[in-house]
């Protein structure tokens, strides 16, 4: 049983928004700061934005105030909201813990083309 899913990737065209979700378990949630993270095809995974336990967000520079991270502790939730979504944001997008805890999960797919 995958320790995170992940899900609201899909198609969009440049300048677009979506909306992904992750869901994990509660321990997972409440003990851990979390993060999202993408890889595309032929590169490295790489930090896109992370939850701190205590306060305080951090995101990858590429962001440029795109996006925004968000939890729901009532739902062990995990949200990654993005705006104006361009073609080099194509990628899968995984969350797990900050510090990469867990096995990864299937991801879910952002891909931007017009």
């Known amino acids: 049983q995958e320790h995170f899913v992940e899900s609201g990737g899909g198609l969009v065209h440049p300048g677009e928004s979506l909306r992904l979700s992750c869901a994990t378990t509660?321990?997972?949630?409440?003990?851990?700061?979390m993060a999202w993270y993408r890889q595309a095809p032929g590169k490295q995974r790489e930090l896109v934005a992370a939850i701190l336990s205590a306060t305080g967000t951090k995101y990858g520079d590429f962001v440029k105030g795109r996006f925004t991270i968000s939890r729901d502790y009532s739902k062990n939730s995990l949200y990654l909201q993005m705006n104006r979504l361009e073609p080099e944001d194509t990628a899968v997008y995984y969350c797990?813990?900050?510090?990469?805890?867990?096995?990864w999960g299937q991801g879910t797919q952002v891909t931007v083309s017009s």
């Open positions: 797990n813990t900050l510090s990469q805890m867990y096995s």
């Open positions: 509660a321990s997972t949630f409440s003990q851990y700061s």
